[in-house]
């Protein structure tokens, strides 16, 4: 017995398209699923504080110091004397020292003896190049001109120096090297004053001030006549030598 068959009925003639609508159905149905959002119910969360009314607290027992009550205030005295003041008071009388327009003042007259003028006297500081009659050094007195004199007192403080110069241990140990300007004044008793130093370490800068201020006295320079202070410079140069 052979199976009856349709020909117009097959049934695998439409079966790509129905698979591409399940797969496409399938695919909708998924990407729905992902966009759903679900939202959690906010819990309501009551807080209990229990608040006990009985509080029970232990006291210490402590010990009661009884100290003694302050002595009373000393009384006033039963019978108080009254003093009568019996002394005058004189009251002071005090003038008044404005001047008013019917005051008269008359005109002091001051004679010019009875007036004491205090000269004063400036001290004058001359420059060594420039001073008139320069300051004499021990053993210059035998030069006449002024340029001879000047010559003289700059070899004599050369030589002072160089006989007087010692170099400080500590600067040497340090090596301390250097050139210290000295500028001082010979005041007009033939003194030296007013030592000023410049250099490059103090321990250079002390030992020429012991130089310049051990120089001898000399005789004063002169401006006009009158002994004058003069004001000299001169560097000091301290060299290692090997």
Known sequence: MKPKKNPNAE??????????IGLTSVLFMTWQSFEVKFYEEESKVSEVVQVTDELKEDVPITEIIRTTPPPPPPSAPNVIEIVEDVEDVKETVIESTESSQETFVEDAVVRIEDVNVEEVEEEIVVPFAIIEYVPVFPGCEVYESQAERKECFNQKVQEHIKNNFNYPAS???????GKVYVQ???????????????????LLEKEAERIIASLPKVKPGQQRGKAVSVKYSIPINFIMQN
């Open 11 to 20: 049934i695998g003639r439409n079966s790509s398209l129905y698979f591409m």
């Open 171 to 177: 600067a040497l140990e340090m090596g301390i090297t």
């Open 184 to 202: 001082f004044v010979i005041d007009n008793q033939g003194k030296v004053s007013g030592i000023q130093k410049r250099g490059p370490d103090k």
